[in-house]
C-alpha cells in the first residue's frame, strides 16, 4: 500500500519531534542550535500558513 502524502507529513512531524526529544540533555538544553532549529521550524509553519491561505483564495 502506498503511504499518503497526508502519512508522510504526520510521520515527519513524529521524527522530527523524536529526534528533539531524544537530542535534549539533562538541563534542557540541546545538542543542536536551537535558535537554527526554531528558524527552519518557523519558515515551515510560514510556509504552510502561506499555501493555506493561498488555497482559501481560489
Given amino acids: 500500500m502506498e503511504t ?3 502519512e508522510k507529513i504526520y510521520d515527519l512531524l513524529d521524527e522530527i519531534r523524536t529526534l528533539i526529544e531524544e537530542n535534549e540533555k539533562e538541563d534542557g538544553s540541546f ?3 536551537p535558535v537554527r532549529a526554531l528558524i527552519a521550524l518557523d519558515f ?3 510556509e504552510i500558513t502561506k ?4 488555497a482559501n483564495l481560489t
Fill in 31 to 33: 545538542q543542536f542550535d
Fill in 51 to 54: 499555501a493555506i491561505a493561498k
Fill in 4 to 6: 499518503t502524502e497526508r
Fill in 44 to 46: 515551515a509553519k510560514t
